[in-house]
């Protein structure tokens, strides 16, 4: 029997040593890499929760990674059916993007100011349910092909959406010059927030930035044209730091 | 925001440092909350408006990846001191350590 032992013994050593190397060494890092492949590809949270590993004592890192495993199987799971949701909704409002044209606010010139008057409060509330977006090239009124939820990755079209409200409501303000729904604006505000959490390339998340200082600088003259002062600091102050952001 | 153990548990956490930079790992800590709650909640008070958020710069990190750090905004400061106050005043948080929510 300790013959048998000492015959076999010659590789536990090794075995031990390359057990601890693995669990203590490049196994944390590579589990981890493999879980956060549940985030869709260009969620900051690839990055950030293998980051911040590195910082963290050896003994730390391996529950680091197990207590990763839930955060990945519950957000990155949900953001990459998010995502996928995101874009079948995309492919099916370009299928049907002729037919969305064609449901357009109707035309200025054959309303009467009682008709426009109207149009206001209905494109006010589109506008606040988040269901059209003016769109550039056409100007017609056309349903927002993202709907009120906000993606989990952004690209350059969601950021036109946003300024093309901006420019809607200060549009409708200018023809109307009676001002414009405020929960319409904390929507979009609300939705531009949401934005400024997805995955993003830097250059859209700028502009995403400045598009979102426009409308806290919108809301912020509604505010003090209503008289709640407080709450139109607050938005010049968002709109400086998203200003100042979408600067550096 | 719906007012949760966790997220009063990570409002105390940034507000303790509120001129600070936050990261991920640190909040865990400091918070009790775990990852797979805090990442979640971070989102939320990031898409509020009341975080902004950031990368370390690769020069200044040693060789290690960048970290994304967060930091409070003035909105921020005040809407998580205000849910702070009121968490007081709540009889499921009274075994929290609110008392710099003045």
Request: proline share 4%; net charge positive.
């Amino acid at each position: 029997m300790t013959d048998l032992l000492h015959g076999s013994a010659w590789w536990v050593l090794p075995v031990a040593l390359l057990s601890l190397g693995a669990g203590f060494g490049f196994l944390p890092g590579f589990l981890l890499r493999l879980l956060v492949l549940l985030y869709p590809d260009d969620d900051p949270r690839r990055r950030e929760l293998v980051a911040e590993l590195y910082v963290l004592g050896r003994m730390e890192r391996i529950e680091w990674v197990f207590q990763q495993l839930e955060t990945a199987l519950f957000e990155g799971v949900s953001a990459r059916v998010e995502q996928r949701r995101n874009r079948r909704h995309d492919g099916r409002a370009d299928e049907s993007g002729d037919e969305a044209a064609g449901r357009r606010v109707p035309s200025e010139a054959d309303e009467t100011e009682e008709t426009r008057r109207r149009t206001f409060v209905a494109v006010a509330a589109s506008i606040a349910s988040g269901a059209v977006v003016r769109d550039p090239d056409s100007g017609f009124w056309v349903p927002d092909p993202v709907l009120a939820s906000a993606p989990a990755w952004i690209g350059v079209t969601h950021v036109r959406e946003l300024e093309a409200a901006g420019r809607a409501f200060r549009a409708l303000d200018s023809h109307y010059g009676c001002g414009f729904s405020g929960s319409a604006l904390v929507v979009q505000l609300a939705r531009g927030q949401q934005m400024l959490c997805a995955s993003s390339s830097d250059p859209v998340k700028r502009r995403l930035q400045a598009a979102l200082a426009d409308l806290h600088n919108l809301a912020g003259w509604a505010s003090f044209r209503n008289g709640r002062i407080d709450r139109a600091h607050d938005h010049f102050g968002r709109a400086l730091e998203l200003a100042r952001q979408a600067a550096t | 925001m719906r007012r949760t153990r966790a997220l009063i548990g990570v409002a105390v956490a940034i507000m303790s440092d509120p001129s600070g930079r936050h990261w991920g790992y640190e909040l865990t800590r400091r918070s009790g909350v775990r990852s797979g709650v805090l990442y979640p909640i971070l989102s939320r008070i990031l898409a509020q408006g009341w975080l902004t958020d950031g990368w370390e710069d690769p020069g200044t990190t040693g060789g290690r990846p960048p970290r994304r750090y967060y930091e409070l905004t003035d909105a921020g400061k005040r809407e998580l001191g205000a849910l702070l106050v009121a968490a007081r005043s709540d009889a499921r948080f009274r075994d929290l350590n609110l008392g710099f929510a003045r």
